[in-house]
């Protein structure tokens, strides 16, 4: 692993491959702190206050892509990460694992690239002695300026399909006629607007299993589970997304679990940064766009 220098911290683990690269913290964290093409812009979003800071017991999320688990709990959710990772390599993966903290949840995220694909496996493990009820749940924030993506479900007529197809999950700030927001038949869109003074946030069923953020002329598409049958959090969620005046976050999340001692939950995730893309404008089109790109791009499983 190529250890460098990047925005303020000393050693990050810089990941390439072709024109592509991922840089992960590991003196804080860990945070997949920069992604994109060489030279390029980073597609994740990065707070310039926080880059550098280490050690302290104020939470900090420093930007980039981190490991939370499911309900959000103010006492779980914001425990600090501000501590050195544990860096190292295994089976062709790049390891990081997080350290201990109080809530007794060890975080690990693993990363590697094959070809233009990076492959991600985030680990959750209770290092506790209670059974803890859990979800991964992976946050990918998001550079400003863009516009999220993902699929609704498969349009049919009333009289083929009399049962609901999805739940769309909403928060007590979710303003469905705010304008960041375009509900189309085929597929959602989410702005980020960094005059926008209200937050925005819904959740859903992607049983597609992709979502997408267009930025930088580029699209960033994240391929992740949908397991029939599985119980999500958040009334029954495995993607959200979340926007505020400086950054839009993609997220997913696993199925809930009850987590005896010991024992450990993964959820994995595939990323691609596809260059020259721009969303079409039409819902149809748009639709047709994505189902293109994301069949060549699949989820990559062992």
């Not at 990047?6 to 840089?23: D, H, K």
């Not at 206050?49 to 490991?67: C, D, I, K, V």
């Not at 987590?259 to 039409?282: F, K, R």
């Amino acid at each position: 692993m190529e250890t460098v220098g990047y925005g303020g911290w000393q050693r990050c683990v810089r990941l390439v491959s072709g024109n592509f690269e991922a840089l992960v913290t590991v003196e804080v964290g860990p945070r997949v702190i920069r992604f994109g093409e060489v030279g390029g812009p980073n597609a994740l979003v990065e707070y310039p206050a926080q880059m550098g800071l280490t050690g302290g017991s104020e939470y900090r999320s420093y930007g980039g892509h981190r490991l939370w688990v499911a309900p959000e709990d103010a006492a779980v959710t914001y425990e600090p990460e501000n501590e050195p990772v544990h860096a190292y390599e295994e089976g062709g993966w790049a390891c990081f694992r997080a350290s201990l903290g109080a809530q007794r949840l060890e975080k690990e995220v693993r990363v590697r690239w094959e070809g233009e694909a990076l492959r991600l496996e985030h680990r959750v493990t209770n290092r506790g002695e209670e059974v803890r009820t859990l979800a991964p749940w992976v946050l990918t924030v998001m550079a400003a300026g863009g516009e999220c993506l993902w699929p609704q479900p498969e349009p049919k007529s009333h009289k083929d399909a009399l049962l609901p197809a999805a739940p769309l999950v909403l928060w007590h700030y979710t303003d469905m006629a705010d304008p960041r927001w375009t509900w189309g038949a085929r597929v959602a869109r989410l702005r980020h607007d960094p005059e926008a003074e209200r937050p925005q946030k819904v959740g859903a069923l992607v049983t597609q299993g992709y979502a997408a953020y267009a930025n930088h002329g580029s699209l960033f598409l994240k391929r992740f589970p949908a397991l029939e049958g599985a119980v999500y959090p958040d009334y029954g969620c495995n993607f959200e997304t979340f926007t505020r005046h400086d950054m839009l976050e993609v997220e997913t999340l696993g199925p809930l679990v009850e987590l005896e001692p010991g024992a450990t939950v993964t959820h994995p995730e595939t990323w691609y940064l596809v260059p020259s893309q721009t969303p079409p404008a039409e819902d149809a089109a748009c639709a047709e766009w994505l189902e293109g790109l994301v069949a060549t791009r699949p989820l990559l499983t062992d």
